[in-house]
Every structure is written in structure tokens, then in C-alpha cells.
């Protein structure tokens, strides 16, 4: 039996990864030992950095061994209920924080945290606590923040094995081909041989810099990197994310409706404000004719004039008050008040048509009067 002698992973992550061909040579061992698990139709359960080691031999080489396959989980199983939660939260998939059973696939999704951990020298989220808030932003599709300077056929593939969709993730098999074709060019071939999407990924790793400006340093004190058993259950978090859901689709469904609202109101003050327009020009002609046939009528006081002309004119010109109202309702939004300012309106410029024709019919008559008596 041979022992490690740089402990875990995420205690040496600083020292592993000084260039790509090292980073490049740990991930393709990481990759390798995890495919023998899924060639055996297997899964790890509890892959996350804790549980892959390292050993340093001569001329600053590394070895890499994936450790606690099935152990602490099987033992855990024993005392786990329904919906519980157990694991490192970062390393843990969406579908397992919302209670779906594990896969290889959920497996290559922690393998992606541990991708990002190679570019940036840290622990995944160390900057949150990992609690149920931090779960409920992982299943909603919160990712680590790519690193600057990452080359990027490997942010392709990493992305691709943290895809929500765990039947859209790559099998390990196709992670170590891809990993294996940047590291190990094919016998008695030069780079300049090799096809160009591949020469153009190798040519990324060799000039990509190393050096970055992302690093968030200091852990949050309710970060946590060791297995664990969680406060809350994937019961918990999927009624969470269920009512977050159908709020969303409330308010989706809210400004919809608010918009087209907005629209038929706009429109529907529009052809009111045209409709104003219109009669208040029809307003002013009736009064000034109103108002022509009354001093018509005052010039020749002398005269008799019947009662129902002088009610006519007792009436006034127009209810001015009402059409202060109508003015108002030129600047108002309301529909509904729209609509009631615009048959006040109707109302009273009927009205008042109606008393101009009266009014027009009896002086008609009066004329008819005055000039049969200046015949007498």
C-alpha cells in the first residue's frame, strides 16, 4: 500500500498548479481514475476535492489518487432519512440538492468544480456561506466566475460538464480523450501536423498566463469543505423553488398584463383627446351663434319677447364648470373617467344644440311677428 505524503487536494491546490502542463497531467490522472469507477457501471457518490490525493515524487512530478469511493457516503446511508442532504455543498449537482437520485453524470459535475479549482487556486465559493441560500442559487444556475486568462476550449468543457441538464454532460470517457489529446501528441507527429482545432487548443494552453485578478482570498467563516449532513432537505428547497417559480410567473404574467394596459389605455386617451378636440370646436361655434342670437334678441328688447326665449337665455351659455371637468379629463389616464367625461360632454352639447334650435325656431317667429306689425 502506498501513502500520500501532500495530503488532499484542496491543501495543495497553490503548489499543483504553477503551469498547464501540470494542471493539465493532474486532471487527466483525476479523469482517469474516475472513468475506471464509471467503466465498472459504479459511482463515487462523494467526489469533491477532499477526497482526491496527492503525491509528490522527484523532478516536481505529482500523482493523483481518488479516495473514499463509497465510504463515508455508505456509511452516512445509514443514518440518512428521506430528502436529506449530505456532501460538500459546492461539489454537490443540482439534481441531488432537489432529491433526485445520483448518476455518473452528477459524479462529472462535481469533476467540473474541481476543473475551475485548477484555474483559480481556490476553493469553489469560498466567498458564501454554504447554507440553503447558496443551494437554492446552484439549482437556479450559479456557476464559480470563470477565471480571466483560462483558455477557452477548457471553459467550453468545463461548462458542458456543469450543464444543468445532466444528460447534456460529457461521460468521462469523452473528458479523458479531450484531456488526453492536449497533453499527448500522437508518435512521430509535430504540433504543425496536428489538425487545426486541436493545434489552435494546445497553442491556449502554452500561451495562456497564469497569473490572475479574480482570487476572493478570505473564506466566509460558514464556508464549510468537509461532508456533511445539511439543516435543510430537498423537500425544503423544491417548495422554495417552486414558489419562486410561479411568483416569477406571476409577475411575468403581471407585466404583460401591465403593458398592454398601458397600450390600450395610451390609445384609448388618444382618440378621447381627439374626440375633445373635435367638440370643443363644435363648443365654440354654438356658443359664438348662441351667443350671436342672444345679443340679436337684447338689441331688440323693446320688444316683446315670448317667455320660453327668455328661459332659453336664462339657461346661460354653457355650464362652464362641466367643461373645466372635460379640460381636466384631457390630462387623465383613467379610462374609465375618460369615458364618463366624454358622455357628460355629449350629454351637454346636445343639450345646448337642442336649446339654439329652439331659440333659432322662436326668433323665426318673432321676426315673423315684427314684421307683420311694421306692415300695419
Keep these: 500500500m502506498e501513502y500520500t505524503n501532500k495530503n488532499s487536494l484542496n491543501r495543495?491546490?497553490?503548489?499543483?498548479?504553477?503551469n498547464w502542463e501540470q494542471k493539465l497531467f493532474c486532471l487527466?490522472?483525476?479523469?482517469?481514475?474516475?472513468?475506471n469507477i464509471h467503466e465498472k457501471d459504479l459511482i463515487h457518490y462523494n467526489f469533491h476535492n477532499g477526497n482526491i490525493l496527492c503525491n509528490k515524487y522527484e523532478g516536481n512530478i505529482y500523482g493523483i489518487f481518488i479516495s473514499d469511493y463509497l465510504g463515508l457516503y455508505q456509511l452516512a446511508k445509514s443514518f440518512l432519512k428521506e430528502n436529506d442532504i449530505f456532501g460538500v455543498l459546492?461539489?454537490?449537482?443540482?439534481?441531488?440538492?432537489?432529491?433526485?437520485?445520483?448518476?455518473?453524470?452528477?459524479?462529472?459535475?462535481?469533476?467540473?468544480?474541481?476543473?475551475?479549482?485548477?484555474?483559480?487556486?481556490?476553493?469553489?465559493?469560498?466567498d458564501k456561506a454554504h447554507d440553503l441560500q447558496l443551494a437554492?442559487?446552484?439549482?437556479?444556475?450559479?456557476?464559480?466566475?470563470?477565471?480571466?486568462?483560462?483558455?477557452?476550449?477548457?471553459?467550453?468543457?468545463?461548462?458542458?460538464c456543469w450543464d444543468e441538464d445532466p444528460l447534456k454532460r460529457p461521460s468521462s470517457k469523452e473528458i479523458l480523450n479531450i484531456i488526453e489529446s492536449w497533453i499527448f501528441r500522437p508518435e512521430n507527429k509535430k504540433i504543425e501536423d496536428i489538425n487545426e482545432e486541436l493545434k489552435s487548443n494546445i497553442m491556449e494552453f502554452i500561451n495562456a498566463p497564469i497569473e490572475h485578478n479574480n482570487l476572493i482570498v478570505e473564506s466566509h467563516p460558514k464556508a464549510c469543505y468537509t461532508s456533511h449532513l445539511f439543516d435543510?432537505?430537498?423537500?425544503?428547497?423544491?417548495?422554495i423553488l417552486e414558489e419562486s417559480s410561479i411568483n416569477k410567473e406571476r409577475n411575468t404574467i403581471g407585466s404583460i398584463r401591465d403593458i398592454k394596459i398601458s397600450k390600450l389605455t395610451d390609445k384609448y386617451t388618444k382618440e378621447f383627446q381627439s374626440i375633445l378636440v373635435k367638440y370643443n370646436d363644435e363648443f365654440l361655434e354654438l356658443n359664438k351663434n348662441y351667443c350671436f342670437l342672444k345679443k340679436i334678441v337684447q338689441e331688440n328688447k323693446e320688444l316683446e319677447v315670448s317667455p320660453k326665449i327668455e328661459n332659453i337665455l336664462n339657461?346661460?351659455?354653457?355650464?362652464?364648470d362641466k367643461y373645466k371637468i372635460f379640460k381636466f379629463a384631457t390630462n387623465s389616464q383613467e379610462g374609465t373617467r375618460i369615458q364618463l367625461n366624454s358622455n357628460m360632454m355629449k350629454e351637454d352639447i346636445n343639450s345646448l344644440r337642442k336649446n339654439l334650435n329652439e331659440l333659432k325656431l322662436e326668433l323665426n317667429q318673432e321676426k315673423k311677428v315684427l314684421k307683420n306689425l311694421a306692415t300695419v
Excluded: V
Excluded at 28 to 35: E, S
Excluded at 315 to 320: A, E, G, H, T, Y
Design 12 to 18: 495543495c491546490l497553490t503548489e499543483i498548479t504553477k
Design 136 to 160: 437554492l442559487s446552484i439549482c437556479k444556475g450559479e456557476r464559480p466566475e470563470i477565471i480571466e486568462n483560462t483558455p477557452q476550449c477548457y471553459i467550453d468543457l468545463m461548462k458542458k
Design 232 to 239: 435543510f432537505t430537498s423537500k425544503e428547497l423544491n417548495e
Design 28 to 35: 487527466y490522472q483525476i479523469i482517469k481514475g474516475l472513468n
Design 315 to 320: 339657461l346661460n351659455s354653457f355650464n362652464l
Design 90 to 126: 459546492p461539489f454537490i449537482a443540482p439534481e441531488i440538492l432537489k432529491g433526485q437520485p445520483y448518476t455518473q453524470a452528477s459524479d462529472i459535475y462535481s469533476f467540473s468544480i474541481i476543473m475551475w479549482e485548477f484555474t483559480s487556486k481556490i476553493l469553489p465559493f469560498n
